[in-house]
């Protein structure tokens, strides 16, 4: 979405001997906005640190080391510092993935922000909506959008995977949950593997680590759904017009399905039911770019199929569920 251009700055020449006029000296309207901009990405980031620290030490520590109440809390303040590692990591992966997309846009050129942090207060689990940033310009040609849209999961990959590895070599093996007691989360089959490979089929205990890897997996097959203009519909409208259209009505089809199969399925939760409706909404809709002819070249392309199989990857069919 494009914002209206910032008024220019005035700039008045004056002799070195006269006085500057009045409000000379003031920063002009653009540096004002810039400066009240960067106390909201600040804030957010702030309130974003709070809220995943509040969740961490909620929901993400092992070991009987969680928080289970306000009162708790209240109690004992100190404990919240046990949801700094899951908030930290947390935010790193975030970061890594809006910065990917803002460096892609530095690097054309392309006017965008820095990201905007999003804070979820408890109950909501993760501790965060997620990050955005905001791309203020039109980008010129298929290249560039698809290297604006894949270097943000690239980057936000590149650093949830060593958190994933860290987190399942560092849980500890628990005994089986029993049926109808407590919930689970379902795993990626990237994580399938490493757990399967390091612990075989012993029930593992999710710890802060494994619990930010997870969210970085989660966030990455989201932002990798081939429709509108998430990452992996904008990388499909830059390999294909045609193609982004048939992927975008084909995923929707797919989340109706998988919805449907959560909300029938006495051990699952509806977690895509939002998804489904940012994919309703979005559909195949998607801004035309100043050049449609050129072509990616074979390099793009090949990493249009890594795109495809890290979303394979990091896909959970069934994020939360009931053993």
Not at 99 to 104: K, N, P, S, T
Not at 150 to 167: C, H, K, T, Y
Request: proline fraction near 10%; glycine fraction near 10%; charge should be neutral.
């Amino acid at each position: 979405m494009d914002d209206p251009a910032l008024p220019p700055s005035s700039i008045q020449h004056t002799p070195q001997f006269a006085p500057p006029p009045d409000g000379a000296l003031s920063p002009p309207p653009a540096a004002r906005i810039a400066g009240r901009q960067l106390v909201l990405h600040v804030a957010l980031l702030a309130a974003t640190c709070v809220t995943a620290t509040l969740a961490g030490a909620l929901f993400w520590v092992g070991g009987g080391e969680a928080i289970n109440s306000w009162e708790e809390l209240a109690a004992h303040p100190t404990v919240l510092l046990s949801g700094w590692p899951y908030a930290v990591c947390l935010l790193l992966v975030l970061g890594s993935h809006e910065m990917g997309h803002y460096l892609a846009c530095r690097y054309y050129g392309i006017p965008a922000t820095l990201p905007f942090f999003l804070p979820a207060p408890p109950p909501f689990m993760l501790g965060t909506f997620g990050a955005v940033i905001r791309i203020r310009g039109v980008i010129p040609d298929r290249r560039a959008l698809f290297d604006i849209a894949a270097a943000g999961p690239l980057a936000g990959f590149a650093v949830a995977l060593p958190v994933l590895v860290a987190g399942v070599v560092t849980a500890r093996v628990i005994p089986a949950v029993p049926a109808g007691e407590g919930a689970e989360l379902g795993s990626p089959l990237l994580s399938v593997l490493l757990e399967h490979w390091l612990h075989g089929e012993r029930t593992i205990e999710v710890n802060a680590l494994l619990g930010a890897g997870w969210v970085g997996m989660l966030v990455t097959s989201l932002n990798l759904f081939p429709v509108g203009q998430l990452d992996g519909g904008h990388a499909a409208y830059a390999v294909s017009r045609k193609l982004h259209r048939v992927l975008s009505l084909g995923t929707i089809f797919g989340l109706l399905g998988l919805v449907s199969y959560q909300f029938h399925s006495p051990t699952a939760v509806p977690v895509y039911l939002a998804w489904l409706v940012v994919a309703l909404f979005m559909r195949d809709r998607h801004p035309r770019l100043r050049d449609e002819a050129s072509g990616l070249g074979r390099a793009r392309l090949l990493v249009a199929v890594i795109l495809a199989l890290l979303f394979v990857a990091t896909f959970i069919p069934v994020p939360i569920g009931y053993p």
